[in-house]
């Protein structure tokens, strides 16, 4: 949670990093690229850390063995305090075997005062599952919208990954790229990956001209 950069969601981050009692839902709804896999991440990390019973999944990467992904998050929902995360929850396969299972881990997470924390493109408002009970449950959560980092922001992420890797990146650089360059996040942090790849094989420090032959803008 440290590294996530908050930009304008101090109010969600604050409701994540705050003391729960009894049972939570939360629904975080943002476009793609806009931080919300890194918060729901670092938010099971944490929970793990403090010994809670805990599971991530990503709705958009289940493969055939779906059904036993979400088996273990059901067993995982009956432990007390427990967290289940699920991120990219529109991608989950609409059908009644699925919403019937993610009304069981609601309900085993109720019983033992654990929490949920969802994550979709929309609102729970603007999604509509087969199961009535099922949108009662989800449209009663903790709601919240994802904004999207500006440039600064953005700018505060590229610099802290460079960091990480042991270099600072030049302001001229980032002013560059930043105004050039494209404006999603997640590309953004794969083409710094090709930048610091580029610069250990040159040899060189990372310059605009270096941007340009790498990034061809």
Same mark, same amino acid.
């Given at each position: ?87 990219? @929850?529109?991608? +989950?396969? =609409? *059908? ?7 009304? %069981?881990?609601? /309900?085993? &997470?109720?019983? #033992? ?71 999603? @996040?997640?590309? +953004?942090? =794969? *083409? ?7 610069? %250990?094989?040159? /040899?060189? &420090?990372?310059? #605009? ?9």
């Amino acid at each position: 949670m440290d590294n996530f950069v908050v930009g304008e969601n101090l109010e969600l981050v604050a409701f994540l990093r705050s003391p729960k009692a009894g049972f939570r839902g939360i629904w975080i709804s943002g476009p793609r690229s806009s931080g919300r896999s890194h918060l729901l991440q670092a938010h099971c990390r944490g929970a793990l850390q403090s010994g809670r019973q805990t599971i991530y999944l990503d709705c958009a990467q289940l493969a055939l063995d779906a059904s036993a992904q979400i088996q273990r998050a059901i067993n995982v929902a009956s432990a007390s305090d427990a967290l289940v995360v699920l991120d990219n @929850l529109g991608q +989950l396969r =609409r *059908d009644q075997q699925q919403e019937e299972a993610l009304m %069981l881990i609601y /309900q085993s &997470l109720y019983a #033992v005062d654990g929490e949920i924390l969802v994550c979709h493109e929309q609102s729970a408002r603007g999604v509509e599952f087969d199961l009535p009970d099922l949108n009662s449950r989800m449209r009663g959560f903790a709601h919240f919208a994802l904004v999207p980092l500006r440039d600064e922001g953005k700018a505060e992420v590229l610099t802290q990954r460079a960091r990480a890797k042991g270099y600072d990146l030049p302001d001229a650089v980032l002013e560059y790229w930043l105004r050039r360059g494209p404006r999603d @996040l997640s590309t +953004l942090v =794969r *083409d710094l990956e090709r930048l610091d790849q580029a610069t %250990l094989t040159h /040899q060189r &420090l990372l310059t #605009v001209p270096l941007l340009k032959q790498v990034l061809g803008y």
